[in-house]
Structure formats: structure tokens, C-alpha cells
Nanobody
Framework: VQLVESGGGLVQPGGSLRLSCAAS????????MSWYRQVPGKERELVAG????????NYADSMKGRVTISRDNAKNTVYLQMNSLKPEDTAMYYC??????????WGQGTQVTVSS
């Protein structure tokens, strides 16, 4: 199983980034996919989640209206479009996959830094 995030980087406040997570080694279309973020010294927190066929999405209140999660099951990829970024959005962003009682899978993370 592999989840490989990309698309992070340094962006100015108010800017946008699109994160991608390429999945392999499991049946991607069966899995609920999520993005989490974590800053040092704090717990990992949910940013957004999307159901297996993309019909249902869920967003953290802190980012609702500024982020959009989507997936392409043909490409085994989940995306996170982030707009109007703020310095407090600076964190390591992780992709996660979960199906029923199976263990949750995690990627290695991609760093997002929002700074002028």
C-alpha cells in the first residue's frame, strides 16, 4: 500500500494550492479518503473527507468554504484544492485511506507553509 502526497510548498497568504495523493496497492474505489493536517506539538486533525464514489464530502469547520476535496477513481488519486490560505493553515498535510474495519493507511505527508 502506498499513498504519495504532492503539491505542497510555500505560498503567500491568500494564495492557493492543490494537493494530490496518488494511491496504489489497494482497491482505491472502495476506500473513504481523507486529508488531515498536523503541526508540531498538536494532534493530527481532519481537514476533509470524501466517500468512495465521491458522493459525500465532509469538511472541518476551520476550512469549510476554502477547501474542496475531490477524487478520480480512474486515476486512483484524491485532491485537495485549498484557497484563501492563511498562516494558520501551515502544517504537514497527510492523505489517509479507510475501509470498513481495515487499518487506516497514511501517506508520508506534504508540507504546506503559508507565509509572506
Amino acid at each position: 500500500v502506498q499513498l504519495v502526497e504532492s503539491g505542497g510548498g510555500l505560498v503567500q497568504p491568500g494564495g492557493s494550492l492543490r494537493l494530490s495523493c496518488a494511491a496504489s496497492g489497494f482497491t482505491f474505489s472502495n476506500y473513504y479518503m481523507s486529508w488531515y493536517r498536523q503541526v508540531p506539538g498538536k494532534e493530527r486533525e481532519l481537514v476533509a473527507g470524501i466517500s468512495s464514489i465521491g458522493g459525500t464530502t465532509n469538511y472541518a469547520d476551520s476550512m469549510k468554504g476554502r477547501v474542496t476535496i475531490s477524487r478520480d477513481n480512474a486515476k486512483n488519486t484524491v485532491y485537495l484544492q485549498m484557497n484563501s490560505l492563511k498562516p494558520e493553515d501551515t502544517a504537514m498535510y497527510y492523505c489517509s485511506a479507510k475501509y470498513s474495519s481495515m487499518p487506516r493507511y497514511w501517506g508520508q505527508g506534504t508540507q504546506v507553509t503559508v507565509s509572506s
